[in-house]
């Protein structure tokens, strides 16, 4: 399994990005089988959990982003997205995708992504 992330950029606070992660090697059959999530790193910072969006549609999310992230997922195009709005500075940080092959509930990374850098100026 390869994840693909992008959408990455510099935006001013208040503004909105949308990062995606498409899975390449599964099948989109088996995609809908995964626990997809998102981690950031902000510089600093050990790597910390956005959000996730298992396998039979539940989600979870940070309590720094909850009401202004939103993770989604196509699973025809075996991709997850983060739909990020009302951005602040502190939400600069490298976003990482990470899957979950065995859907646990606990979700434990089986694959990384290579990571999108977002920076929000002030």
């Known amino acids: 399994v390869q994840l693909q992330a992008s959408g990455g950029g510099l935006v001013q606070a208040g503004d909105s990005l949308r990062l995606s992660c498409v899975a390449s090697?599964?099948?989109?059959?088996?995609?809908?089988?995964?626990?997809m999530g998102w981690f950031r790193r902000a510089p600093g910072k050990e790597r910390e959990f956005v959000a996730r969006f298992r396998s039979g549609g539940k989600t979870y999310y940070a309590d720094s982003v909850k009401g202004r992230f939103t993770i989604f997922r196509d699973n025809a195009k075996s991709t997850v997205y983060l739909q990020m709005d009302s951005l602040k500075p502190e939400d600069t940080a490298v976003y990482y995708c990470?899957?979950?092959?065995?859907?646990?509930?606990?979700?434990?990374?089986?694959?990384w992504g290579q990571g999108t850098q977002v920076t929000v100026s002030s």
């Open positions: 990470a899957a979950d092959i065995h859907n646990r509930l606990a979700f434990i990374p089986d694959y």
């Open positions: 090697g599964p099948t989109w059959v088996t995609f809908v089988g995964y626990h």
